[in-house]
């Protein structure tokens, strides 16, 4: 050490002005606090969780309006296929899937590319907790007045077992994937419970997605809106 001067003390002791010697740690500086910082991760995903279920943030966008719909394939709820959600856009794309997420088609797979090439879509994404399947049943209730129009949901993570209770309880009967890895509520840039996003036939996303639980008489107008336009399209 050194005095105020700059230059060493001549009139002092050895070891004079000295902070005491700091005794060593038992361990690594960071495992004394690991503890803490655990319980702040886990205090702050759960606020999210909380504050994602009950309000709608501005900063939620979903996919833009004329767009390309974002390709993924999950595993049907109520089937018997494991996996997480592939969201790949060519092969061998590492954790995304290791084949483009439009060819993988089958028994027990919901698949976004097949919906929209069999009509216009209308894919109700949300967290089976809370309130936030509300929106599916918004769907399910105009189910039957827009046939031609593909109804879908995916659970967002969650148990396996409580989205299958849940499409038993509120009676859904279009398909409903499970998106165990949340792989597809980060392509759809969800920042809220439940999203309601939009496309024509072909997958061309239509207009801004639907964020949280919107009205009936909202819905049913977008619903409105798509049919007439594949319609138009159709009879053209």
Same mark, same amino acid.
């Given at each position: 050490? @050194? ?14 002005? %000295? ?34 279920? @009950? ?87 105009? %189910? ?73 008489? @909202? ?18």
């Amino acid at each position: 050490m @050194t005095a105020s001067g700059g230059e060493p003390s001549a009139a002092a002791p050895p070891g004079a002005g %000295q902070p005491p010697p700091i005794p060593p740690s038992a361990g690594p500086r960071g495992s004394r606090y690991g503890w803490f910082f655990g319980l702040l991760v886990v205090l702050i995903i759960g606020y999210i969780t909380l504050n994602t279920a @009950t309000t709608k943030p501005h900063g939620s966008r979903g996919p833009g309006p004329g767009s390309p719909l974002p390709a993924f394939a999950v595993p049907l709820a109520t089937g018997s296929l494991n996996g997480d959600a592939d969201v790949a856009t060519r092969a061998d794309q590492g954790q995304a899937g290791r084949v483009p997420a439009c060819q993988e088609r089958g028994p027990g797979i919901l698949n976004s590319c097949q919906l929209a090439d069999r009509g216009p879509v209308a894919l109700g994404l949300f967290i089976p907790a809370g309130g936030c399947p509300r929106v599916i049943d918004e769907l399910a209730a105009l %189910q039957h007045s827009f046939p031609g129009v593909r109804l879908a949901g995916v659970a967002i993570r969650g148990s396996r077992s409580s989205v299958r209770a849940l499409i038993r309880k509120h009676g859904w009967t279009f398909p409903v994937g499970w998106d165990r890895d949340g792989a597809v509520f980060n392509l759809y840039q969800m920042a809220v419970c439940s999203q309601i996003t939009l496309a024509d036939r072909g997958g061309r996303v239509d207009g801004s997605s639907l964020l949280g639980t919107p009205t009936l008489s @909202t819905l049913r107008a977008r619903l409105q809106a798509l049919a007439a336009a594949d319609a138009a399209r159709a009879g053209a």
